[in-house]
């Protein structure tokens, strides 16, 4: 297989552009450092094709090895033609590979096996054959009779045996039906006689019919899941004349012959013991590789939206994790997020200390003049947003700010949490953090496992190792493409920079402590362990504000000062001129010379000249600060205050398949369903949006919401 051609075809790229990205990926280049530095070698791929090559190249490598490996093994046992070797190579998938090797993979003894054993092989032949005339299936079975094989009957049912398995296992057999099973095959579900399901929660499903090929991810994860807790049972149903029409189009029976009765009969217990279970199996596995590969690509997609969530800096903040019998846990943090005050408030019941805890809140935003209130949207949260809403009435430029408070008591409990807050309450990190994610939020998540933080569909049923892996790479893309301040992240911040991981990021952090701040990004290379390779990769992506260097806080990588001196020198504006005047300045070059004469000059290449001409005009600039501000609010609503009809803003909190769950600022989210989000608007955690309330279920809990305007 031409792997880099194949590529090229499935990203809509040239191959140039593949082979060149392969090589830079096998050198142990990082994809962001590609993506970034390296644009002039792969012809521009962004991250996200760079992610799919990356993804699909180890997929095909993967493809490579198990054809070798079927080679060899089929060679060993003495079956290899150059007819059969010449399929092998020209299957372009893993399932059409495994079809061709399925009649010589060694296997457990099944009932074909111990008739071939018993000398049935050659009986079986013969009703293959299919040969008009000659003497009756009896008259021949009768040859085969031996100590293991005592009657007509069982010889011919021994050669059936043979034949059903050969039929199920040829792959113009198999391929077919399974196309047809996708096609026009029937997903039914039923209850199980004895499943338990005291709340519900699979009930649409316990009468439920859908076509293969009309289901949808998130029905294709509830089966499953229903099916493990034992509450469903679900089978594929595949039209009669489906299977028949594929088995008989390899095996036709011939009427004139004796032996089509026998071909009949081995092909009706193929179908329904053999051939049907395995093409169900596989059209399962198949939905649900496609279900897993929807959810995780949504996980994903939701991931990058929270962590890019724009930061509130310059604030003192206090942050509240709220609770009811053992109260609310209170902490303040500067806007460096160093922690200044601890506490803890019984406003709510048990205690009822509502006055006393309005008193010390009062206190702590006094003396730290604290600027925004974060509160966590767990347990006691719309009880605790009244008593900060009463705080508020007294003080005019005091907000606060709905945060979701999702992993933040894994983070508290966490060895990190522990490190950067020794000795304190585990439950008062967690106030600790939703204050600081408030401040920046992707500084403060990273230091959570992404797969606590909430915004994931069905993510306990998926294929761990694929999630774990997905959501790590959208992790390292966001921190890189928004950089970090050398000097001030933590570790946990530091270990998904290209080119560090856990162990140099400690390192960094190690060596930062002993010697004080980086003057010089190229002070990285006196830290243990960080050689060229690793400061290659994670230079450009580390920011140094006011060092040594001024290109050090910019995202223009050490490799190209000299071409960013040679821009400024050609303009005539020194470097440590103010951006707007760099601005002018360059503007002006470009106007008398034309950007590509400019970089052969330089020698560079454009994508690079481009980039550097950003930087300088706006160095170091967080591409977060370009997104909508969190949503500040003042006041506090109760379910009973909403009427269908009603206008409010609200904070998407989780995007999935049908639909987006949206917080208004009443206790329960409201729902906002896929059928009311108009024609190509897409919405994304952290979206503030303008909703219009359709419908509102107290007693279940549920509110409906619709677009304004499109209801």
């Known amino acids: 297989m031409d792997l880099v051609r194949t590529l090229a075809e499935r990203l809509g790229v040239r191959p140039i552009q593949v082979s060149a990205a392969i090589d830079l990926l096998d050198a142990g280049n990082t994809v962001p450092f590609i993506a970034r530095y390296r644009k002039e070698a792969t012809g521009g791929l962004d991250d996200e094709q760079l992610r799919h090559l990356e993804e699909d190249l180890a997929s095909l490598r993967a493809l490579e090895e198990r054809r070798a490996s079927i080679l060899e093994e089929v060679g060993r046992q003495g079956h290899l033609t150059p007819e059969l070797e010449a399929r092998f190579r020209a299957a372009s998938t893993l399932t059409a590979l495994e079809d061709l090797y399925l009649p010589y993979r060694p296997r457990r003894r ?79 579900t039923k209850k199980a006689p004895r499943g338990e399901d005291p709340k519900g929660v699979f009930q649409t499903y316990y009468d439920f019919t859908m076509s293969v090929e009309r289901i949808r991810p998130h029905q294709v994860l509830a089966l499953n899941r229903g099916e493990a807790e ?78 890019s969530g724009p930061p509130l800096p310059g604030r003192t903040v206090l942050g509240v994790d709220p609770g009811f019998r053992t109260g609310c846990k209170v902490a303040v943090v500067d806007p460096t997020g160093r922690l200044l005050r601890t506490g803890t408030i019984y406003p709510h019941p048990p205690q009822n200390q509502w006055r006393e805890a309005l008193s010390f809140l009062r206190s702590l935003v006094e003396a730290h003049r604290v600027d925004l209130v974060a509160i966590g949207n767990g347990t006691a949260s719309r009880e605790t947003e009244a008593l900060v809403a009463e705080l508020i009435r007294e003080t005019p430029d005091l907000h606060y700010v709905m945060v979701d408070e999702a992993g933040a008591s894994v983070y508290s409990a966490s060895a990190l949490a522990r490190e950067e807050l020794p000795g304190m309450d585990v439950t008062l990190r967690g106030a600790v953090s939703i204050a600081r994610r408030l401040q920046d939020p992707l500084a403060e998540l990273v230091k ?18 694929r999630l774990v892996q997905a959501l790590k790479r959208v992790v390292e893309d966001v921190v890189n493409r928004v950089g970090v301040d050398l000097n001030t ?47 290659q990769q994670a230079a450009g992506f580390l920011r140094i ?56 000059d330089l020698g560079t290449g454009e994508p690079t000249l481009t980039d550097i001409l950003e930087q300088l005009v706006r160095p170091g600039r967080d591409p977060r600060q370009d997104l909508p501000a969190p ?26 398949d049908f639909g987006a769950f949206v917080d208004i600022g ?13 024609r190509g608007i897409a919405v994304r955690p952290g979206d503030v949006v303008e909703v219009s309330i359709l419908r509102i279920e107290a007693e279940r809990g549920r509110i409906s919401l619709g677009w304004p305007g499109g209801d």
């Open 110 to 188: 099944t009932r074909a096996q111990m008739a071939r054993e018993k000398g049935l092989e050659p009986l079986a032949d013969r009703i293959l054959a299919q040969k008009p005339g000659g003497p009756a299936p009896e008259v021949e079975a009768a040859g085969f009779l031996t100590a293991e094989v005592s009657s007509v009957e069982e010889a011919l049912a021994g050669a059936r045996d043979i034949v059903a398995e050969r039929v199920s296992e040829d792959p113009q057999v198999r391929g077919p039906l399974r196309e047809k099973a996708v096609r026009w095959g029937v997903l039914a």
């Open 230 to 307: 034992g509450v469903l049972r679900t089978g594929l149903e595949v039209p009669e004349r489906d299977w028949q029409e594929s088995i008989q189009r390899a095996y036709p029976a011939d009427r004139r012959s004796p032996w089509a009765a026998q071909i009949l009969q081995a092909e009706e217990d193929s179908a329904r013991r053999l051939l049907l279970p395995a093409v169900e199996r596989d059209v399962r596995r198949q939905l649900t590789e496609a279900a897993e590969n929807h959810a995780i690509a949504v996980f994903a997609e939701n991931l990058r939206n929270l962590l």
């Open 448 to 465: 959570i496992e992404p797969r606590s933080l909430g915004v994931g569909m069905y993510q306990h049923d998926l294929n761990q190792n």
């Open 489 to 535: 992240a933590s570790p946990a911040l530091l270990t998904h920079v290209a080119g560090l991981g856990p162990k140099l990021a400690r390192n960094v952090v190690a060596w930062r402590d002993e010697h004080g701040p980086f003057a010089r990004r190229k002070d990285l290379l006196k830290v243990p362990g960080l050689g060229p390779k690793s400061f």
């Open 545 to 600: 504000r006011e060092g040594r260097e001024p290109l050090d806080a910019t995202a223009i990588h050490p490799e190209s000062y000299e071409v960013a001196r040679g821009v400024l020198e050609r303009a005539g504006i020194p470097l440590k001129s103010e951006p707007s005047r760099r601005a002018a300045a360059l503007e002006a070059l470009l106007a008398k010379m034309p950007l590509s004469r400019l970089a052969r």
């Open 631 to 656: 949503l500040l609010r003042r006041d506090v609503l109760a379910l009973e205050d909403l009427q269908p009809g009603m206008r409010l803003h609200g904070t998407v909190r989780n995007v999935v």
């Open 666 to 678: 009443v206790k329960q989210d409201g729902l906002l369903h896929i059928t009311r989000i108009p």
